[in-house]
């Protein structure tokens, strides 16, 4: 098996400069503390695990298999926190504090941010981010922690002026969306794993569907737009009993995507039948579950074997920028992330944002408090190791 050399040791931390709100290294790190470099090591095989299960499969590799994933390096942009005081809406005004070197960083907690692309023109074309999930896994406190922006969410995108939060993968990608977020909310974003949509049913099919309970307006959602859609051609419509009001159901591709995608809709396909309630907070919530779902699935049902021929297929479907000689360390060190508490926040948080109105009339998520929304995510993120 192949392992890393000393310089194929990723560094893992979000920075070198680590913010001043934390705390020194001494108060962060448990007694007996190991040494950098197996810290380094251990954190390295934890993320590489949740990218790729994120993605649609739980690998257990082999290296002749790396190859099948898409490798793509972006060039990141320094950025430091958006002074959201000044006028941002020219995309000149943008004012930050420090570059990167002000953004929250810890060695022992890594950051990923998830993307699900929504269709593209053609390879000139970015596509839409329909999701964006921050994947935090902190080695300390022995948790994941999956945190969604909303992406109607009014932000100052840097170089664009203020946009949704989810316009900045359609005008520069994953580079740009992390430069973004980092601007915006305060964490350094460190690896990124794109999945588009065509590429998740195929993921979900390649797992055998997904069993998950659903309510009652959950199935009819789906139903609705298999209908609508004229999709029962490549799926088929749930099978349900309406007196029950939440029962389990086994998914297929297209229809986990819908699920995924389920965030309510009035006059479905201009039938008046079809309305539904809900809104982006149920959607991501709604991602997060199945999220979790399929990692419960694949931590007690999947063989050995099941997983390389898992990664065998599903390599294809993923972009990511971290490299082949990260991965090949992930195989003996599954088990420690599997036994890791899942956890999750959706920002911005309750009592600090409103609907508001562009001047062009679309209805956008507007934060009221951008340091407490800030200091919400650190916390959650960071955990005991930030001080005011």
């Not at 890594?110 to 981010?129: M, P, V």
């Not at 991965?327 to 948080?349: A, G, R, S």
Request: charged share 25%; no cysteine; aromatic share 10%.
């Amino acid at each position: 098996m192949a392992r890393f050399k000393e310089d194929d040791v990723v560094d893992i931390s979000s920075s070198n400069a680590v913010s001043k709100i934390y705390h020194d290294e001494e108060k962060r790190s448990p007694a007996g503390k190991k040494s950098k470099k197996q810290t380094a090591l251990r954190v390295t095989v934890l993320v590489f695990s949740i990218i790729f299960l994120l993605g649609g499969a739980f690998l257990l590799v082999a290296y002749r298999y790396l190859d099948l994933f898409h490798h793509k390096d972006i060039e990141k942009m320094d950025v430091g926190l958006v002074d959201h005081t000044k006028d941002t809406s020219d995309g000149k005004n943008i004012t930050y504090s420090g570059g990167s070197d002000s953004l929250l960083n810890d060695e022992h907690v890594l950051n990923i941010l998830l993307f699900g692309q929504d269709y593209r023109q053609d390879e000139s074309d970015y596509g839409r981010s329909d999701s964006m999930i921050l994947v935090s896994i902190d080695t300390i406190n022995k948790k994941i922690k999956l945190t969604s922006f909303q992406r109607d969410t009014y932000v100052a995108i840097p170089e664009h002026g203020d946009n949704k939060i989810n316009a900045a993968y359609s005008l520069g990608g994953e580079a740009l969306s992390i430069a973004t977020i980092e601007a915006n909310f305060g964490p350094k974003v460190d690896y990124f794993a794109t999945v588009d949509f065509s590429s998740f049913r195929d993921i979900i099919d390649i797992l055998g569907g997904i069993d998950i309970e659903l309510n009652l307006e959950e199935i009819k959602y789906i139903n609705a737009q298999i209908d609508v859609n004229d999709e029962s051609d490549v799926t088929s419509f749930l099978e349900y009993d309406p007196n029950k009001e939440t029962q389990m159901m086994h998914l297929d591709g297209w229809q986990a995507l819908w699920y995924a995608r389920d965030r309510g809709e009035e006059n479905l396909g201009g039938n008046p039948e079809y309305s539904f309630s809900g809104d982006d907070w149920d959607r991501t919530q709604r991602q997060r579950k199945l999220i979790q779902t399929i990692i419960d699935s694949l931590k007690n049902e999947a063989s050995v074997g099941d997983l390389i021929e898992i990664v065998n297929k599903v390599g294809p479907y993923i972009t990511t920028n971290l490299k082949k000689s990260d991965i090949t360390f992930l195989v003996t060190n599954m088990p420690t992330f599997l036994h890791y508490e899942l956890v999750e926040l959706t920002m911005p948080t309750q009592g600090n944002w409103r609907y508001g109105r562009t001047d062009d009339g679309q209805s956008v998520i507007v934060i009221d408090n951008w340091d407490q929304v800030r200091k919400d995510l650190a916390e959650y993120i960071y955990e005991g190791n930030v001080v005011y």
